[in-house]
């Protein structure tokens, strides 16, 4: 069975890689959020304390409701996880697959807040997979970073990626094959060890990485990798919000220097 998906996928990345379908004529019209949190009063809280420390006025005015909670969540796990430290120069922030970032404001506004300077990059080797909609995960991509200073989106392979980051964001690495299978990956593309290290060799002196796993099983493997490489991580346990719910269980940790 993974043979044949594997053919497949090695033929239809190869298309989708060479044909790059994109359109630019993507429009997401704001969802009224009067009622968001509705006899919630905890939530509605934490909501307006958010949009005041990290200025989400234009982001929950201009979002659907999904893309608010989903960077309302982004914002959540990222401030329970990443412990902000002073550095000299331009802060740089790498997301690693990024996928459509529908996330990128969260990830953004909530950095935004700790440098006034800074760099947002995130890198995706499938941004030309099409949605029923028929826009392209770039097309989403460059919707939602169009208004972030100093925000770019990389089509590439993470091993193509050179430069040095003070922040790395990785959300859901493909840690078995299973998974990069059925997001329509190539078996070749499967190389947790070579990813893991190359990721971790980007990170700058006091640099910080945060990995999310999904279930348990993952969690698990993700860390006898970062035991056999000798990186030294801390253990986060699950990774939850109360502004969104996962259908898997998330489990996290931060690599270090």
């Known amino acids: 069975m993974l043979f044949f998906k594997n053919i497949y996928n090695i033929i239809d990345f190869f298309f989708r890689k060479r044909i790059k379908f994109s359109r630019k004529d993507l429009r997401i019209l704001n969802e009224d959020k009067t009622e968001l949190f509705k006899n919630n009063q905890?939530?509605?809280?934490?909501?307006q304390f958010f949009i005041k420390k990290y200025n989400l006025e234009n982001l929950k005015?201009?979002?659907?409701?999904?893309?608010?909670?989903?960077?309302l969540y982004t914002i959540d796990i990222l401030e329970q996880?990443?412990?902000?430290?002073?550095f000299e120069n331009?802060?740089?922030?790498?997301?690693?697959?990024?996928?459509?970032?529908?996330?990128?404001?969260?990830?953004?506004?909530?950095?935004?807040h700790f440098y006034k300077n800074m760099t947002l990059t995130g890198v995706e080797l499938d941004a030309?997979?099409?949605?029923?909609?028929?826009?392209?995960?770039?097309?989403?991509?460059?919707?939602?970073?169009?208004?972030l200073e100093n925000t770019n989106y990389i089509v590439d392979n993470l091993m193509n990626i050179?430069?040095?980051y003070d922040y790395i964001v990785w959300i859901l690495p493909f840690i078995i094959k299973e998974p990069l299978l059925y997001?329509?990956?190539?078996?070749?593309?499967?190389?947790?060890?070579?990813?893991?290290?190359?990721?971790y060799n980007l990170l700058n002196k006091n640099g910080q990485m945060l990995i999310i796993n999904q279930g348990k099983s993952e969690y698990d493997e993700q860390i006898k990798l970062l035991?056999?490489?000798?990186?030294p991580f801390v253990l986060k346990g699950k990774i939850s919000s109360e502004f969104l719910s996962c259908p898997q269980e998330r489990y996290g940790l931060i690599a270090y220097k």
Do not use: C, M
Not at 138 to 147: E, L, Q
Not at 185 to 196: G, N, S, T, V
Not at 227 to 231: E, L, Q, S
């Open 42 to 47: 905890k939530l509605i809280d934490k909501e």
């Open 61 to 71: 005015n201009n979002s659907t409701i999904q893309n608010y909670l989903e960077n």
């Open 81 to 86: 996880n990443f412990k902000i430290k002073t």
């Open 90 to 112: 331009t802060v740089k922030l790498l997301d690693i697959g990024s996928k459509n970032w529908f996330y990128a404001q969260g990830e953004y506004h909530f950095f935004k």
């Open 128 to 147: 030309y997979r099409i949605y029923t909609d028929l826009h392209s995960r770039k097309d989403y991509a460059d919707f939602y970073i169009k208004n």
């Open 162 to 164: 050179n430069e040095q």
């Open 183 to 199: 997001w329509g990956l190539p078996l070749k593309y499967f190389q947790p060890e070579k990813l893991l290290t190359k990721a």
């Open 227 to 231: 035991n056999k490489f000798k990186i």
